[in-house]
């Protein structure tokens, strides 16, 4: 039970890594000032909800958020940000039940900006100790990292450059203290998370490689990885830095389009062969990495032909994930006005070929791994089930469920594992705990301290 005085504080986001790194911010500051986070939005006092507009679908999902909220714990104040509360406010501010709106350009500030508007009591001398991380109560392990905001670029899709301004980098002794706090709280993996990550450090003069050799030299996390990162900006010492076995060897690199005159509408910055170029150099670099990928499906103007490119080429290149999007105007993009709009029942028709073709690379990504033993760090479990199967995520970023071990907790710990089959669900591979080993004195960095090596070999 909360102490006197004490607000319970629900916080809800959906979106990208970047909100999720935002509500992580926030979670630490409500604690400062001796409040409780809480997974429990009916049993809140303050509900803070951090909207996504980057599509209609997006918009859609955050105003069923935020009605889910009033609905279910009309009593609780209710404060929300994010780019819907950005691009549509005035909107918004008309609407009953929000007692607060805060657009991008303030939610650095929004923890103080909702104590003086409403008023919140502040008790930090019965704050919870630093070691407390606000991650844990909210049922997560991982911890993103905003280390960037706002981008330079138009693609003209794209509706996130108005709702999250210009470029700006966090410094590198600010990104170096969150880490090193969320790993003495007992955090185990950071992901660096930003709007444009490759534009990190463009207003410091610096590269991102000098940010992730600092995170690596001043930290101790046992796991650090990459948000999403265009791919026209990778750093030139990037490769070098994955010799480092706690640089997880995953990159999400967001293609768009296989089809250069598509990717010329879209005003992207990089055409298929120079992609292609990457993903050689970035596979005779980093032998094991594991590629990812983001698709839109139904350009305005794209024909089958070049639709038929883009599957050519997501096969080409062998993506071991694919997330797919079908093209939704947005108001504000150059895209919203172009012609040849493609008809909704060829957009959803072009998207569940493509999610077949995903599928198919996805499965034979996760066989090349069978047989293999590697780490993962367990998050949860799978559902709803209390005994249900546990799931984590290798180095590559590979879905892993672990049937529960009876009598032993072992959430957030980086067990050594034997990737044994493909779950029937075909997005998860099966694992086995392996036991325990003497540990060598070059034991792997993203070990757990007693669960023996974790050499995380490359696929044949």
Not at 141 to 168: M, N
Request: glycine share 8%; net charge negative; with cysteine.
């Amino acid at each position: 039970m909360p102490g006197p005085g004490m607000m319970r504080v629900n916080l809800q986001t959906l979106g990208c890594r970047l909100n999720e790194a935002e509500l992580e911010t926030w979670a630490r500051q409500f604690q400062q000032l001796g409040h409780q986070v809480t997974p429990d939005e009916t049993g809140a006092d303050l509900v803070v909800v951090n909207t996504c507009a980057v599509t209609q679908e997006a918009v859609r999902k955050s105003r069923k958020l935020l009605r889910r909220a009033q609905r279910d714990n009309p009593r609780a104040k209710l404060v929300v940000s994010g780019c819907l509360a950005t691009l549509e406010n005035q909107a918004l501010a008309l609407e009953a039940g929000i007692d607060l709106l805060i657009p991008n350009a303030d939610k650095d500030r929004l923890v103080a900006i909702a104590a003086a508007e409403l008023d919140l009591p502040a008790m930090p001398l019965t704050a919870m100790a630093a070691e407390a991380n606000p991650l844990f109560a909210r049922g997560r392990q991982r911890a993103f990292i905003k280390v960037q905001d706002g981008c330079r670029y138009r693609c003209a899709f794209c509706i996130v450059t108005l709702a999250r301004g210009e470029e700006r980098s966090r410094t590198i002794p600010e990104v170096v203290d969150e880490i090193n706090r969320a790993a003495a709280a007992g955090i185990r993996e950071a992901v660096l998370a930003g709007v444009h990550l490759g534009g990190w450090g463009s207003d410091l003069g610096l590269g991102l490689d000098d940010l992730i050799g600092a995170v690596l030299a001043e930290t101790d996390m046992p796991r650090l990885r990459l948000g999403s990162l265009e791919p026209w900006e990778l750093p030139d010492g990037l490769w070098d830095l994955f010799a480092n076995p706690r640089l997880m060897p995953h990159l999400h690199l967001p293609l768009q389009s296989g089809a250069d005159s598509v990717l010329r509408r879209m005003a992207r910055r990089c055409r298929t062969q120079e992609f292609a170029d990457l993903a050689r150099e970035a596979r005779a670099r980093v032998p094991d990495i594991h590629l990812t990928t983001d698709i839109i499906a139904g350009f305005p103007g794209e024909t089958d032909a070049e639709w038929r490119q883009t599957l050519d080429f997501v096969a080409a290149i062998g993506f071991g994930q694919v997330h797919i999007f079908a093209y939704s105007p947005r108001p504000g993009t150059k895209a919203a006005s172009l012609p040849d709009q493609v008809p909704a029942e060829v957009k959803k028709a072009r998207s569940r070929e493509l999610h077949a073709l995903a599928r198919r690379l996805k499965a034979e990504t996760f066989a090349r791994y069978l047989g293999h033993q590697t780490s993962i760090l367990l998050e949860g479990r799978q559902g709803r089930d209390p005994d249900g199967d546990r799931y984590g995520y290798t180095p590559h970023y590979l879905p892993v469920r672990l049937e529960p071990s009876p009598g032993q907790d072992l959430t957030n710990q980086l067990l050594r594992v034997e990737l044994t089959a493909i779950h029937p669900d075909g997005d998860s591979l099966i694992a086995t705990l392996v036991p325990p080993q003497p540990r060598p004195d070059h034991q792997d960095a993203s070990a757990g301290a007693a669960l023996g090596p974790l050499a995380d070999p490359a696929p044949a």
